[in-house]
């Protein structure tokens, strides 16, 4: 999301100099203005690449489906404890999964003591909590509502997942302002083309 965020702040400067800019310097605004949209589209393909499982060490692929009646937000927490990495923990968020639809998902599980598969219901409580120790890399997995988890569990998934949430809505709002700001550079750069091009009858 950082590069997504450092693209959106570069175009905004680029476009904030232009509108400044006088209009004899066309040239430059649009040597400029080209430079932006590379840059905005280049921010956009390394974060596209970023979340493809090419080049992860140990990614560990989970297919599940979900067979409740609720919409559903799927989620992986990984936890590690390791003399090299210390203690800490990881969430990826898969997508909102719709009832009887499947998901095919990665994350990085590398050095990791354990994982937990969570889905949480439109008001945000937990519907499902799959603890996973197996240390295996592919993993098909049922939703269905489980009456018995863990309330303390319950709750660290909670609090997690709410902070990757609030991630997600960030990068959300940073990847559609990179498009909407790559677009208004197109239209200015067209404008530049044909702004002098008057023709008189």
């Known amino acids: 999301m950082n590069i997504l965020l450092f693209s959106a702040f570069l175009l905004i400067l680029i476009l904030l100099i232009r509108y400044f800019a006088s209009s004899d310097k066309k040239s430059g605004l649009k040597i400029l203005t080209i430079f932006g949209i590379v840059i905005g589209l280049l921010a956009l393909g390394l974060n596209s690449l970023f979340d493809d499982s ?9 297919q599940t489906e979900n ?3 609720k919409n559903l937000k799927i989620y992986a927490i990984t936890f590690w404890n390791n003399n090299w990495n ?13 009832p009887n639809k499947k998901s095919d998902f990665w994350f990085e599980n590398d050095g990791t003591s354990e994982f937990w598969i969570v889905a949480k219901n439109e008001n945000n409580e937990i519907e499902y909590l799959n603890i996973i120790t197996e240390n295996e890399s592919q993993f098909d997995l049922k939703i269905i509502e489980n009456q018995n988890i863990d309330q303390s569990k319950m709750q660290i998934a909670k609090e997690l997942t709410f902070k990757t949430d609030k991630s997600e809505q960030m990068k959300r709002f940073a990847f559609w302002t990179n498009i909407i700001l790559i677009g208004l550079l197109i239209l200015s750069l067209i404008k530049i083309k044909t702004g002098g091009n008057t023709v008189y009858n």
């Open 67 to 69: 067979l409740t009646d």
């Open 86 to 98: 210390g203690t800490g923990n990881y969430v990826t968020f898969d997508k909102e999964l719709k």
């Open 54 to 62: 090419f080049g992860a060490s140990t990614p560990v692929n989970v």
